[in-house]
């Protein structure tokens, strides 16, 4: 076992050094050297505390973040923001020393974001990717709200609502405005239903216009698939990681969120299968590619850290947590980075598989399967890519060939 380093700590919270340090180390993975970096913190936590008179259970987040705040006050280094605390409140969280996560009372945005997010947790079981997209727009247009003056929802009114959009128009592509669009409705019906709003504004919201297959997928060649799987340093674990991730991306066709979700038992090895969990806690089969399997194989035995956790990818630094959607489409950013190619995302090696199945004579029904759409229409916007295919329905113009 790694030798643990001992620092001194001091404070209300002293009684709790060994146990923070086991968890760290034991848990957590951590060197020694941030082990007592975390115990320095937490004497500077305790003293802080004690001095704001603040119990240790009553903890808000918005106490959390006055303690940073007041740390780059006075020109610490280290700690600066919510996230370097993360570890530290985790822990306390979970021994108890520390109150549950609590909103600050103070923050307006917060409690209304906090409450409307339980909401969509609770009552409507919405999928945890699609309650945090809503709190991300929703807190994007309270912020805004807050700009303007008071927040007073109670008396919101078409012409903000409609303020806030073209101002989101101004920035975001269609899709993305959707996306804003989709959000905001149901909070103003949600307004209404609590009786916050007198009227249903939900209805002054119109669609956005635009034609639903008015693009072509993206699709990478070969040569660029070869460079971001040749950009992995696959003598790394964080290599062998990201190249068994990017083949998933790129052989099955696999969302983010879906390569993010999967768990060691869902690789079924003696039938070649891989059990996807899909949209709406929808489960599939795929048969598992032989080049796939090979590298999952690798990561497993000689890149995956020891965990608790059975999420088949974790992360490569402390704390060992599975990879959230969020990092898992970072892999194929970082990976264009490495191989300075432009940035292809993660969705862009989705559409790669289906092309890529369409130029090998797939059908669009096959890729429909293997790419888990929910009808036929979801992808049929891969016709426009298959050219042999609309060769059979176009007319030749008098005189010329089919150009292609």
């Not at 305790?46 to 303690?67: C, H, M, P, Q, S």
């Not at 070969?222 to 790394?236: D, E, F, I, K, M």
């Not at 052989?251 to 003696?270: F, Y």
Request: proline share 5%; charged share 25%; hydrophobic share 40%.
């Amino acid at each position: 076992m790694m030798q643990r380093q001992a620092t001194r700590v001091t404070g209300p919270f002293a009684d709790h050094a060994e146990g923070l340090r086991t968890w760290l180390i034991d848990t957590g993975g951590y060197v020694p050297p941030v082990v007592a970096h975390y115990e320095r913190l937490l004497s500077d936590l305790g003293r802080w505390l004690d001095d704001e008179g603040i119990a240790a259970t009553d903890v808000t987040n918005g106490d959390l973040k006055r303690f940073v705040t007041a740390r780059r006050d006075a020109g610490e280094r280290q700690c600066r923001s919510l996230r370097g605390l993360r570890a530290l409140v985790g822990y306390l969280r979970q021994a108890g020393v520390i109150g549950p996560d609590q909103p600050d009372t103070g923050d307006e945005v917060g409690q209304v974001v906090d409450d409307y997010c339980h909401y969509l947790r609770t009552e409507r079981r919405l999928a945890p990717l699609t309650v945090t997209n809503a709190r991300l727009v929703l807190g994007r247009f309270l912020r805004w709200r807050i700009a303007q003056g008071p927040l007073a929802l109670d008396r919101l009114d078409p012409e903000a609502i409609h303020s806030f959009v073209v101002i989101e128009a101004g920035r975001l592509r269609p899709g993305a405005l959707r996306s804003v669009i989709g959000v905001l409705r149901p909070f103003l019906r949600f307004l209404f239903s609590r009786g916050i709003t007198d009227t249903d504004l939900s209805g002054c919201l119109s669609s956005v216009a635009g034609a639903r297959f008015a693009t072509i997928p993206k699709a990478v060649d070969a040569a660029t698939v070869a460079a971001l799987l040749g950009s992995c340093n696959r003598s790394r674990p964080g290599g062998r990681r990201d190249y068994a991730i990017m083949l998933l991306l790129v052989r099955l066709g696999l969302r983010a969120i879906e390569v993010a979700s999967m768990r060691v038992g869902d690789i079924d090895w003696r039938a070649g299968e891989l059990l996807v969990r899909g949209k709406g806690g929808r489960l599939d089969r795929l048969p598992l590619p032989v080049d796939v399997g090979e590298a999952l194989v690798d990561y497993l035995r000689h890149g995956r850290p020891p965990s608790a956790s059975d999420a088949v990818f974790l992360s490569t630094v402390a704390p060992r947590e599975p990879m959230s959607r969020n990092a898992v489409v970072f892999v194929s950013r970082t990976a264009s980075e490495r191989a300075g190619l432009p940035t292809v995302g993660a969705h862009r090696l989705r559409h790669t598989a289906a092309t890529e199945m369409l130029r090998h004579g797939a059908s669009l029904r096959e890729v429909g399967q293997v790419l888990r759409h929910e009808d036929d229409m979801s992808t049929s916007i891969y016709a426009k890519v298959d050219f042999d295919a609309l060769a059979l329905v176009i007319r030749p113009w008098p005189g010329l060939g089919i150009v292609r």
